[in-house]
């Protein structure tokens, strides 16, 4: 076999077709949908317990946290009304030991980095001021019964910190809060991407769900209280009558654990295997960023192992997992196949013929069109399933912002399961840049929950009342 056979094999199963689009989609729909049973499935879909779409005309001021793996982030933003804000952010670096030390240091340190906050945001006023409403940023895996509550169920992203999980953390951040005199009340606890669909609907009514396309992936969009039957039985009387709508974060990255429609290739397989949750968030590990890389770098392996590239050479660099992140291959579609030379010299020592550079640039945009192809049927699903047929999508995450033709890609494969049969610029639905979801999105979703609390409405289930 020669390296251009290996190479159009390749291709061949990289390649997604508008009919396994479709089929792929329909079993999406099915998923989201057992997600919402009583039995559950796969995708989770999590009530996120904002319970009204933003007007645009919401105003007042409001703190939003964002507890990151590096940092906190603290923003202040000034809801103008006419869909417009402003706001003011700080970051506060975590220290590394705090991520594996006691409890009581995180919420001091939250408490503290607030403190200083406010102080430095409204100076002599805080002390008399009266209490700032806080929405709470944090994406780690909690189960909530109210907007205003949710117990860890386990910790991510390098956290590991004893005493947290299986507590509510909004209590916890709260009394440190209030030792403090802080006027801060914590009245929402969201997920960052519910935060990116609230904050773009706030900005763009247009919006029909608020999606992530980064180091993972995940959607979230409205749905409606009495269409969610895990939640029958459990709701106030108030949510049932006006059949409310609820924010869902989907946490679609689990879509197809058993293996049904996705189509799967050898080095997909690899990549499970060998990733710390084998079998667990497979639609995940085919499109997000953290694994494009992977998938080139083991396409290569396989090559070199049937000495069909780097013939003669040491390659032992480019066995170390994970030594191509997604910059590799998102820099080679950038650029033409004779910037591969250099970055595989730089890189990995490793010399190319000229044949090797062409075929690994194209590798590269199969990765890439392939990511984008299989992003669109979470999108598509959503709209099926709700019914949508037209509205933007808002996306965030650094697949979307910075991979080459992403958003091209994306339309394109939209159109291959819709079929418009129009103009490009004429699609009904699209992907726009969206809002900032764990600032401007958990401030405004502060600003929808203190309404509700105000007018004695329901922000969660009949059991979080008792």
């Known amino acids: 076999m020669s390296l251009l056979d290996a190479y159009e094999k390749t291709k061949q199963e990289l390649t997604v077709t508008p009919e396994k689009l479709t089929e792929i989609t329909n079993h999406f729909v099915s998923e989201l949908n057992k997600g919402l049973s009583k039995t559950g499935g796969n995708i989770p879909m999590i009530p996120g317990w904002v319970m009204d779409y933003p007007t645009g005309q919401e105003t007042g001021d ?20 006419d869909s417009k804000f402003t706001y003011e952010a700080e970051k506060y670096p975590i220290p590394v030991p705090m991520r594996t030390g006691k409890s009581e240091d995180l919420w ?8 200083t906050f406010v102080k430095k945001h409204y100076g002599s ?22 907007i205003n509550e949710g117990v860890l169920q386990r910790w991510t992203k390098g956290f590991d910190i004893d005493g947290v999980e299986g507590e509510n953390v909004v209590p916890l951040l709260q009394d440190a809060i209030n030792v403090r005199n802080t006027p801060v009340e914590v009245v929402s606890l969201i997920n960052d991407t519910t935060g990116t669909l609230v904050a ?12 992530i396309f980064g180091t993972g992936c995940n959607g979230a969009y409205y749905d409606v209280c009495n269409d969610i039957p895990k939640l029958e039985g459990r709701l106030p009387d108030d949510l049932l009558k006006e059949n409310s709508p609820m924010a869902i974060n989907c946490e679609y990255g ?21 990733s710390p949750r084998p079998g667990q968030q497979y639609y995940e590990k085919m499109i997000a960023g953290y694994y494009l890389g992977e998938v080139l770098r083991l396409i290569l392996l396989d090559y070199y192992s049937q000495d069909l590239i780097f013939k003669d050479q040491n390659i032992k660099p480019l066995q170390v997992p994970f030594a191509m992140d997604t910059s590799f291959p998102s820099r080679i579609e950038q650029h033409s196949a004779t910037f591969v030379e250099g970055l595989f010299l730089d ?47 808002a996306s965030d995450g650094s697949v979307f912002n910075m991979y080459p033709h992403f958003k091209e890609r994306a339309h394109e494969a939209l159109n291959d399961i819709f079929q418009w049969n129009c ?40 059991e979080s009342k008792l």
Not at 448 to 457: P, S
């Open 423 to 462: 103009d490009p610029k004429d699609y009904p639905i699209t992907l726009i840049h969206a809002e900032d979801g764990s600032g401007v999105g958990a401030a405004v979703i502060a600003c929808l929950t203190e309404k509700r609390l105000l007018a004695n409405k329901s922000v969660g289930t009949i």
């Open 254 to 274: 689990a879509f197809d654990n058993e293996w049904a429609v996705l189509p799967r290739t050898k080095y997909d397989i690899q990549i499970d295997q060998e």
């Open 108 to 115: 001091n340190f939250i408490a503290d980095s607030l403190d």
């Open 347 to 393: 890189s990995f020592n490793i010399k190319t013929t000229e044949e090797e550079r062409n075929i690994i640039h194209d590798l590269c945009l199969l990765i890439g069109t392939r990511s984008a192809r299989l992003s669109v049927c979470g999108i598509a699903a959503i709209c099926k399933k709700r019914n949508y047929k037209a509205g933007h999508c």
């Open 62 to 81: 409001y703190l939003a946290i964002d507890l990151g793996g590096t940092n906190l982030r603290v923003v202040k933003v000034s809801l103008l009304g």
């Open 125 to 146: 006023r805080g002390s008399s001021m009266a209490k700032l409403p806080l929405g709470f940023t944090f994406s780690y895996p909690a189960s909530q019964d109210a």
């Open 200 to 211: 773009s609907k706030y900005c763009d009514p247009e919006t029909i769900m608020g999606l």
